[in-house]
Nanobody
Framework: QVQLVESGGGLVQPGGSLRLSCAAS????????MGWYRQAPGKQRELVAT???????NYADSVKGRFTISRDNAKTTVYLQMNSLQYEDTAVYYC?????????WGQGTQVTVSS
């Protein structure tokens, strides 16, 4: 069992920055593929970025060059640094941990980009 707790969301102006954190606890969490997903009102949940246990990263085209995913040395916390935020980045952001048949989600944190 893996538990995920997101934090760091909030209200930010266009062009601003936020850093989201996902604290992961549980068995063998360092071996999980970790990811950030988001869901805007009326839209499907979509991939934002992932990071493998070995540190390989993957990004949605819409956030490349603006967002950076990383994890700490203990691999129990995953971060999403979001720069140059745009109105379209407004969504609930979810942390996800997957490994083989195991798939866990956090409760989500709201990010609102507004002037």
């Amino acid at each position: 069992q893996v538990q995920l707790v997101e934090s760091g969301g909030g209200l930010v102006q266009p062009g601003g920055s936020l850093r989201l954190s996902c604290a992961a606890s549980g068995s063998m969490v360092s071996f999980y593929l970790m990811g950030w997903y988001r869901q805007a009102p009326g839209k499907q949940r979509e991939l934002v970025a992932t990071i493998s246990p070995g540190g390989t990263t993957n990004y949605a085209d819409s956030v490349k060059g603006r967002f950076t995913i990383s994890r700490d040395n203990a691999k129990t916390t995953v971060y999403l640094q979001m720069n140059s935020l745009q109105y379209e980045d407004t969504a609930v952001y979810y942390c996800r941990a997957t490994r083989v048949r195991n798939d866990y989600w956090g409760q989500g944190t709201q990010v609102t980009v507004s002037s």
